[in-house]
């Protein structure tokens, strides 16, 4: 069956970094879009990133714009979140999304358009 596992989240210091795995199994990786999303406490779970099937198309949230990179491994069966610079308001649970909906799609900042989750891997930025 389809399984997401995220890894790699942890607690930083302002202004430091992290890189996010999302390990995939029990679908043609290769062919599907993939995102991320994030959770705070209180709050909706909110768009941070999505690669299309080839990684020739990438879209980011405007809070994350120019500090965070999403790329994928087709070898690996892993896509990846490299966040840098990193403040207290990223603090939130991260989560690893597929939309096989269609294949070869070029990605959505949508989360109803994602069909299978990770189980989410906790970000902290404090000081």
């Known amino acids: 069956q389809v399984q997401l596992v995220e890894s790699g989240g942890g607690l930083v210091q302002p202004g430091g970094s992290l890189k996010l795995s999302c390990a995939a199994s029990?679908?043609?990786?290769?062919?599907?879009?993939m995102g991320w999303f994030r959770q705070a406490p209180g709050k909706e779970r909110e768009f941070v990133a999505a690669i299309s099937w080839s990684a020739l198309a990438s879209y980011y949230g405007d809070s994350v714009k120019r500090r965070f990179t999403i790329s994928r491994d087709d070898r690996k069966r892993t896509m990846y979140l490299q966040m840098n610079d990193l403040n207290p308001e990223d603090t939130a649970v991260y989560y690893c999304a597929a939309d096989l909906n269609a294949r070869r799609g070029t990605g959505s900042t949508k989360k109803d358009d994602y069909n299978y989750w990770g189980q989410g891997t906790q970000v902290t930025v404090s000081s």
């Open positions: 029990g679908f043609a990786f290769n062919d599907y879009a």
